[in-house]
């Protein structure tokens, strides 16, 4: 069975940094993207970008580029998303999401980053 | 960069047919794939590739998509299926764009 298991839920003050995972298991982690979305509170889906675990080409949507990182560790099947100074504004639930051409056809449960002072 | 537009609400009865759209310029020169979100739960996906569907997911979900709209269609409806749903392509200058999402209600 495919499963995208994400780290837990994370209360943060501005300006602390942050890195979230997902574990992928059930599949050849090595043979399908990465990517990650992110739903503001009562919000819509926002793709954030995307890593290939194979060789690790990660590539960024234009509004997060510069903002996250992503990473990948395929020796333990895992994947990251980290900030290095967050903001209120990057409180939302993050989903971990693979996928093999276009489409996501595997979403994780999602982490949610509450970040308040 | 690619913008795709949903209405932002559709209601429909149970039984009755619910279309949602996706607009997009020249949509139908991409392949658009739909996912439902139920509250407090990750999205699923339930078509792809315009008009393919994942196992497991009911024959009701259909898709098309032509020109510059594509179309999730819900076959006699069931209240189970009150969710938000989202369609998605993937663009060069874009890569993988949401649309805004359709809360669909039924009555």
């Known amino acids: 069975e495919v499963q995208l298991v994400q780290s837990g839920a994370e209360v943060k003050k501005p300006g602390e940094s942050l890195k979230i995972s997902c574990k992928g298991s059930g599949y050849s982690f090595t043979s399908y993207w990465i990517g990650w979305v992110r739903q503001m509170p009562g919000k819509g889906l926002e793709w954030m970008g995307i890593?290939?675990?194979?060789?690790?080409?990660?590539r960024y949507s234009p509004s997060f580029q510069g903002q996250v990182t992503i990473s990948a560790d395929k020796s333990i099947s895992t994947a990251y998303l980290q900030w290095s100074s967050l903001k209120a504004s990057d409180t939302a639930m993050y989903y971990c999401v693979r996928g093999l051409r276009e489409a996501i056809d595997y979403w994780g449960q999602g982490t949610l980053v509450t970040v308040s002072s | 960069s690619y913008v795709l537009t949903q209405p932002p609400s559709v209601s429909v009865a149970p039984g009755q047919t619910a279309r949602i759209t996706c607009g997009g310029n020249n949509i139908g020169s991409k392949s658009v794939h739909w996912y439902q979100q139920k509250p407090g739960q990750a999205p699923v996906l339930v078509v792809y590739d315009d008009s393919d569907r994942p196992s497991g997911i009911p024959e009701r979900f259909s898709g098309s998509n032509s020109g510059n709209t594509a179309t999730l269609t819900i076959s006699r409806v069931e209240a189970g299926d009150e969710a938000d749903y989202y369609c998605q392509v993937w663009d060069s200058s874009s890569d993988r764009v949401f649309g805004g999402g359709t809360k669909l209600t039924v009555l």
């Open positions: 890593i290939y675990p194979g060789d690790s080409d990660t």
